[in-house]
């Protein structure tokens, strides 16, 4: 019997690790053939055979997604590598705290950059080839700031509500060429980088890890969780859903702001 994600061939950015790396864990189970594309070449190629050894189809393409040539590079290392493409989900994305007060013009730049023109560069690359392989599902990883604003995530939640902006823009333009684009909100996820940037700030990780029984459904949430979305997006089992926003939050926008 043929897997949910069958042969599909699909771009994770921002890969090697933490949320992007369980998506592929998740799509290469299911048979898709993934393109790690990380700007740090030894994690990404790590991570690519770290898959190819769970018995999947992976390659690692070294991208920075702050450069356009990088971005257009990736998109024609997927298309020749596998001869199609039918998947991107953008996941690069940094969530450093930052106040209007703190936020310098090259702090908005770094941001905005980074969280949104990343996906810009990809989509404008990739949906050529999606649309010579006859069908896309790109996925953007959002962020529930992109809806709901923190005074202390200003540009962040600037960028990844313009990242929605874009979803639903991409969503309405290319349906006729059966490319979807739907915009997942992840929840509050411990990878490497948030359990960092928390003990910067002086919550140590235990401290943080204490947290997750207290939250709406008793823990925190894992890559995986976002993953079985995604396997879900990317399969023809959502191929009637675009231009959605998914919340992979435990239900903690359901609850007031404390
Ligand atoms: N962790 C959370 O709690 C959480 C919650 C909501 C949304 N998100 C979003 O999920 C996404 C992933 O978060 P994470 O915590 O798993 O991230 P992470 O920092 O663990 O992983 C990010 C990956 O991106 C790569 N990367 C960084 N800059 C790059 C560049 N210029 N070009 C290419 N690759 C680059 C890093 O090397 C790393 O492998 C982000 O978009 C983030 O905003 C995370």
């Known amino acids: 019997m043929s897997k949910r994600t069958q042969d599909k061939v699909v771009i994770i950015t921002g ?3 933490g949320i992007g790396f369980g998506c592929a864990e998740l799509l290469i189970r299911e048979g898709a053939k993934i393109v790690i ?3 740090n070449a030894a994690k990404g190629e790590a991570a690519a055979a770290a898959l190819r050894a769970q018995g999947g189809e992976a390659a690692f393409c070294q991208t920075d997604v702050l450069k ?3 971005c257009a590079n990736l998109a024609t290392f997927a298309y020749q590598h596998y001869g199609q493409l039918h998947g991107l989900i953008n996941n690069v994305g940094f969530y450093g705290r930052a106040s209007i007060e ?3 013009p090259e702090l908005w730049d770094k941001y905005l950059n980074l969280n ?3 996906a810009f560069f990809c989509c ?5 080839y999606m649309q010579k392989s006859g069908s896309g599902s790109i996925i953007n990883i959002g962020s529930i700031h992109g809806i709901q604003p923190a005074s202390n995530l200003v540009a962040y939640g600037v960028a990844k509500g313009g990242l929605l902006s874009l979803t639903r ?3 309405g333009t290319y349906a006729r060429d059966r490319i979807r684009a739907n915009y997942i909100i992840p929840g509050w996820v411990l990878s490497d980088t948030e359990v960092a940037l928390h003990e910067s700030l002086g919550l140590p990780e235990d401290k943080l890890r204490a947290i997750g029984p207290t939250l709406p459904l008793g823990r925190h949430q894992t890559p995986q969780d976002t993953g079985h979305t995604a396997v879900f997006l990317i399969s023809d089992e959502s191929a009637q859903i675009t231009g959605m926003t ?3 939050d435990a239900g903690a926008t359901t609850l007031p702001l404390k």
């Not at 404008?124 to 050529?128: M, S, T």
């Open 15 to 17: 890969g090697a690790q």
């Open 37 to 39: 594309a990380d700007v």
């Open 68 to 70: 356009e040539a990088d």
């Open 102 to 104: 703190e936020t310098t």
């Open 116 to 118: 949104l023109r990343s």
């Open 124 to 128: 404008k690359f990739a949906i050529p």
């Open 169 to 171: 823009s991409l969503a």
């Open 246 to 248: 998914f919340h992979i």
